[in-house]
């Protein structure tokens, strides 16, 4: 697994996540208490749980990156 942790994630940052394949980027809008973050997706605008991208597992591909401003 390469890339960033969970912990190192911000508000207001912009990332790009990789799993199985599939790439995401968004936007942290809220973090939350139980360590989930509420995130905008840069390409549909919908807004939705970071968990949700992860639920089936991380693939071999799993990273997460800080994009640039």
């Known amino acids: ?6 912990d190192v994630l911000r508000h207001g940052k912009k990332y790009k996540l990789t799993n199985y394949g599939e790439t995401f980027e968004f936007t942290i809008e809220q973090m939350l208490v139980n360590g989930d ?3 905008k ?3 549909t605008l919908e ?3 970071l ?5 089936f ?12 401003s």
């Open 41 to 43: 997706d840069h390409t």
């Open 1 to 6: 697994m390469a890339g960033l942790s969970f």
């Open 47 to 49: 807004r939705y749980f």
């Open 57 to 68: 597992g991380r693939g071999k591909d799993f990273e997460i990156r800080e994009l640039e």
């Open 51 to 55: 968990k949700d991208l992860i639920k």
């Open 37 to 39: 973050f509420k995130v």
